[in-house]
C-alpha cells in the first residue's frame, strides 16, 4: 500500500535582518543589580565621547612627497652580458699615450684613439673589468655617464641632475667628486665640483630620500667631471685607488717611479722577456718585478681592490670567475735572468721587501749590493732599464757619468741601454749619442728616455 499523504521537506528560511544583528533593545533580555548599572553607565559615556568627536576623515590617497621614493626599474638593469657598451677613458702618464694604446689593442678593445695623456676605447661590463685588471699602463678605468655643452656653472649642475647615478651607486654609499679642466673659462674649478656633486645629491634625495656622504679619503664611489673650452663630460670611476698602486710597495727609493711608467718604460724600450735585463740603479726594486710581473704574465691588478667592486648590483661571482682564468694563465718561471744592483744597502733592502710582497721568489730577481761604474755582467747582452738618481747628489761627483759610460763601453757591448732623466744633457755627459728620444713625465718632471745600442767601436768617445 501506499500512503497517499503529501511528504514534506525541511527548508531553511532566512531571519529578517536587525538593526544589531540580533534582538532589539525591547527583546533583549532585562538586566539589573550591580553590573547591569555599570554596563548602562559606560555606554551613556560612549555615547557622549560619540557626539563631541569629529568626523572621521575620508581616505585620501598620499601626495608625491609623501609617498616613499621609487627607484625606476630600467635605471637598475644588471651591466654585462646584454650588449652594452660603454665609451671609456683610461688615463696614463704623459708619453704613454702610444704604448698604452698598443696595450689595448694587443687586449682586444675597440673604438681605440688616442687622447692627451690617455686613450679612449669602447667595452662592455666584462672588459670594463678586464682593463681594470690587465693595463700595465693605465692610471685609472673612467666610464663616461654624461657630456653636454655648458656655458656656466648651472649647466653642470642640470647635466649633473639629469643623469641615472641611482643605477651604479645611492645614499648608502659616499661619494666624492673631483674636477679637471684644459682650457674652460669656468672661474672656478672648486665651485664646479661643488654644482657637480649637488646635481648627483640633489637627484638622489629626490628620488630616494637621502643624500650619500661625502668621503674625500676612500669614498665607495668616485666620480670626475672633465671640462674643456665649451663641454663638461662626466665619468664614473671604476678603478678607485690608482691603478699603478699594485698592493706590493711599501718601501720607495730616493727617487722612485710609479709602477705604471716603470712598465711604460720597459714597453718604450722594447724589451723582450725572453731576454736578460740590467737595472744598476735598481732603488727600491720598481723595474725588475714589473718586469717579472709582464714576463710571468701575472695581472698587475690580481691582489688589489677596485672600485667597482663597491657599486650596486656588482656581480662578485663574474669578477671571482675573471680572476681564476686569469690565474690559471699565470707562467712558473721566468726564460731569461732579472739582476738588479745598488750601491745602497737599504735601497736592497727595500727591493727584497717588495719583492717578496709581489709574491716573487728569491730566485726571480737577483738583488745584489754595488756600484754601477764597476758592475759586469755575467749573462749575454740584453736590456738595460734603470732610473739613475739626479739632481744635487749627482752633480756633486763630476766624474760619475763618464766613470759609468766607460764601462757601458768596455763591458756592455751589444745591449741596449734605456736611461730615463730629467736632465737634457745626460747624453752629452755620458759622452754617447741617443739613438732615440722619447718625451716622458716622472710625476711632475719633464724627463726623456733616452735609448742608447752599445755597438762595438761606433760609440762617440
Known amino acids: 500500500m501506499t500512503d497517499s499523504k503529501p511528504r514534506k521537506t525541511l527548508t531553511l528560511s532566512k531571519k529578517a535582518p536587525s538593526a544589531a544583528n540580533g534582538p532589539d533593545d525591547e527583546t533583549r533580555r532585562k538586566r539589573s543589580g550591580a553590573r547591569a548599572r555599570r554596563v548602562a553607565q559606560v555606554h551613556r559615556e560612549h555615547e557622549k565621547e560619540a557626539a563631541v568627536a569629529p568626523p572621521a576623515p575620508k581616505h585620501r590617497p598620499p601626495s608625491p612627497e609623501a609617498r616613499p621614493p621609487r627607484r625606476p626599474a630600467a635605471k637598475r638593469q644588471p651591466r654585462g652580458g646584454r650588449g652594452e657598451i660603454f665609451t671609456v677613458f683610461a688615463p696614463c702618464p ?7 694604446y698598443a696595450e689595448l689593442q694587443a687586449l682586444g678593445y675597440q673604438g681605440l684613439h688616442k687622447g692627451r695623456a690617455g686613450c679612449h676605447f669602447e667595452a662592455d661590463w666584462t672588459g670594463v673589468l678586464k682593463a681594470n685588471l690587465y693595463s700595465r699602463l693605465a692610471t685609472r678605468v673612467l666610464v663616461r655617464l654624461a657630456h653636454a655643452p655648458v656655458r656656466h656653472e648651472d649647466d653642470i649642475l642640470a647635466l649633473a641632475r639629469e643623469t641615472p647615478w641611482e643605477r651604479w651607486f645611492g645614499p648608502e654609499q659616499t661619494l666624492r667628486v673631483d674636477t679637471s679642466a684644459i682650457r674652460s673659462p669656468m672661474q672656478s674649478l672648486q665651485y664646479c665640483n661643488l654644482r657637480a656633486k649637488d646635481g648627483i645629491c640633489d637627484r638622489l634625495r629626490d628620488l630616494e630620500g637621502a643624500r650619500p ?3 674625500t679619503v676612500r669614498p665607495d664611489a668616485r666620480v670626475h667631471l672633465f671640462l674643456d673650452e665649451h663641454t663638461a663630460t662626466l665619468y664614473l670611476d671604476t678603478s678607485g685607488e690608482s691603478l699603478f698602486k699594485r698592493g706590493w710597495r711599501l718601501e720607495k727609493g730616493e727617487a722612485p717611479l710609479r709602477e705604471n711608467l716603470a712598465a711604460g718604460l720597459l714597453a718604450l724600450a722594447e724589451w723582450d722577456p725572453s731576454r736578460p735585463l740590467l737595472d744598476p740603479f735598481c732603488g727600491s726594486g720598481t723595474i725588475l718585478i714589473e718586469a717579472a710581473w709582464i714576463a710571468l704574465g701575472v695581472p698587475p691588478g690580481i691582489w688589489r681592490p677596485f672600485g667597482f667592486e663597491r657599486l650596486r648590483d656588482h656581480d662578485s661571482r663574474h669578477w671571482r670567475d675573471i680572476k681564476e682564468d686569469a690565474r690559471s694563465r699565470i707562467a712558473t718561471r721566468l726564460d731569461a735572468p732579472l739582476i738588479g744592483s745598488d750601491i745602497d744597502p737599504r735601497a736592497i ?3 727584497e721587501g717588495n719583492r717578496e710582497r709581489a709574491m716573487l721568489s728569491p730566485d726571480t730577481i737577483q738583488f745584489t749590493i754595488g756600484d754601477a761604474r764597476g758592475r759586469v755582467p755575467d749573462c749575454e747582452p740584453g736590456w738595460v732599464v734603470t732610473n739613475p738618481p739626479y739632481g744635487e747628489r749627482m752633480e756633486e ?3 760619475f757619468w763618464p766613470e759609468w759610460a766607460e764601462n757601458l763601453k768596455r763591458n756592455h757591448v751589444g745591449w741596449k741601454v734605456n736611461v730615463i732623466s730629467s ?3 745626460l747624453p752629452s755627459r755620458l759622452r754617447l749619442k741617443p739613438k732615440r728620444r722619447h718625451p716622458v713625465y716622472n710625476g711632475a718632471l719633464d724627463c726623456r728616455l733616452f735609448v ?7 760609440y762617440r768617445s
Open 452 to 458: 742608447f745600442d752599445m755597438v762595438e767601436k761606433q
Open 423 to 425: 736632465d737634457l744633457d
Open 349 to 351: 733592502a727595500a727591493a
Open 94 to 100: 704623459q708619453g704613454l699615450e702610444e704604448a698604452l
Open 213 to 215: 656622504d661625502i668621503d
Open 397 to 399: 761627483d763630476a766624474a
